[in-house]
């Protein structure tokens, strides 16, 4: 059942949701001046250590060399952050402009990613859910940060070497065109609940459990349009944070949108489908 996978089982799924960059980086295993810089130049009150989650580990003992757990240590703290920057980081602004941080000041004041509690996963179709959970183990990975008012995204660029993920790049671009026209609909959607009611499956078929509870005791089968409301979970709103490891959208008219937890086994899955009228949610689990 979707609703017990186990964290273990998510984080591999985004560990192996990744997509090769190559391999052979050099000196990824030296920290570099600059980030002892910008360790050095944060506040006194910085957060240093995030010891509710992860059964109690402060954040230094955080197993980094999984994606998930690296990127929940790079989303919450800015110490740790600062020390997986690798410099001269490439930047390119949404008007093309290129230009490259050289520094730990320079940096500093350039952006801290959002502190979510979950991520996305925009797939295809299903048959990619499949894949992602293939074993292998790759190199490179980008986030997205999906600015759904403005219509643009930053995505930051993560690459592994030795061991350890860094950030590697910052491009602030427009969205794809492959997804351009489902984005717009999200954007309402989570905007205008009017709009979003209007835009559920008069039957929405549902799988709902509780990971606490027995499998027995799940909820399946179909609910009526004007329920949705009272099974409806948090969605991303303003900033859309999704992973990109290279996935495809063979056609523009089905978008399936997992919902993640970083620290903990929560799983949503969303499947969108468009026809002539529109896109429309036609299935949730969780």
């Known amino acids: 059942m979707i609703g017990k996978i186990s964290r273990f089982l998510v984080l591999c799924i985004i560990t192996a949701a990744v ?18 810089e910008i360790a050095d130049s944060l506040d006194n009150d ?3 250590f ?3 989650d992860n059964d109690g580990l402060s954040m230094e003992e955080v197993p980094t060399e999984v994606f998930g757990d690296f990127i929940f240590a790079f989303t919450h703290d800015k110490r740790f952050q600062a020390q ?10 949404l008007n093309g ?3 490259t941080l050289n520094s730990g000041k320079q940096f500093r004041s350039e952006f801290l990613l959002p502190g979510n509690d979950y991520y996305t996963i925009l797939l295809g179709d299903r048959s990619q859910m499949e894949m992602l959970e293939s074993d292998t183990i790759l190199d490179c990975i980008t986030m997205q940060v999906i600015e759904l008012e403005q219509q643009n995204m930053k995505c930051y660029k993560f690459t592994r ?3 350890r993920w860094y950030l590697t790049s910052s491009n602030h671009t427009g969205i794809p065109q492959q997804l351009s026209d489902f984005m717009k609909f999200y954007g309402q959607f989570v905007a205008d609940s009017v709009f979003q009611l209007e835009n559920v499956a008069e039957q929405l078929r549902v799988k709902i459990g509780d990971e606490e509870e027995e499998e027995e005791d799940e909820i399946v089968g179909t609910i ?8 409806r979970p948090e969605m991303p709103e303003n900033r859309f944070v999704n992973i990109d490891f290279g996935q495809d959208y063979p056609t523009p008219t089905h978008i399936l949108m997992l919902q993640c937890g970083i620290s903990n086994s929560m799983m949503n899955i969303f499947d969108f489908r468009r026809d002539n009228s529109g896109w429309k949610l036609m299935s949730y689990e969780n």
């Open 84 to 93: 997986r920057v690798r410099f001269p980081l490439p930047i390119t602004e």
């Open 46 to 48: 910085s957060t240093l």
């Open 224 to 231: 009526e349009r004007g329920q949705w409301p009272a099974f």
């Open 19 to 36: 997509i090769s960059c190559g391999r052979g980086n050099t000196g990824a295993d030296n920290q570099t001046a600059d980030s002892l």
């Open 97 to 99: 402009t290129e230009r």
């Open 50 to 52: 995030f010891e509710e």
């Open 161 to 163: 070497n030795d061991g």
